[in-house]
């Protein structure tokens, strides 16, 4: 059984930090994506980055142009999590942040976070920014 459970939400003012933690079981990171993904009330889900391990393709990573910069996705095979580390947090950043896991579908010379499969999902962490 898969499963994912995020922690590390809370209140920051802008320009503080936070990290996210994504904490898996049931699930490889080889051949699997973990991907990171916001929405904030009355707003569209987002994707906002994505890793993914091959057996022989490496490490790629993806992140939304919104995070691009600021927030840095990693996985720690030994302990089973993957961070989402966020830097220079805006109040745009404010929504509830899940993270999903699953097989690749679609491959390309780039990585997006619709090119997973995003099976499995976590309950979710509040981040709230305040100006």
């Known amino acids: 059984q898969v499963q994912l459970a995020e922690s590390g939400g809370g209140s920051v003012q802008s320009g503080g930090s936070l990290r996210l933690s994504c904490a898996t079981s049931?699930?490889?990171?080889?051949?699997?994506?973990v991907g990171w993904f916001r929405q904030a009330p009355g707003k569209v889900r987002e994707g906002i980055a994505t890793v993914y391990t091959g057996a022989t393709t490496g490490t790629s990573t993806y992140y939304a142009d919104s995070v691009k910069g600021r927030f840095t996705i990693s996985q720690d095979n030994a302990r089973n999590t993957v961070f989402l580390q966020m830097n220079n947090l805006k109040p745009e950043d404010s929504a509830m942040y899940y993270c999903?896991?699953?097989?690749?579908?679609?491959?390309?010379?780039?990585?997006?976070?619709?090119?997973?499969?995003?099976?499995?999902w976590g309950q979710g962490t509040q981040v709230k920014v305040s100006s």
């Open positions: 049931g699930i490889s990171y080889i051949n699997n994506c």
């Open positions: 999903a896991a699953g097989p690749r579908k679609r491959w390309a010379g780039y990585l997006l976070s619709d090119h997973c499969t995003n099976n499995y």
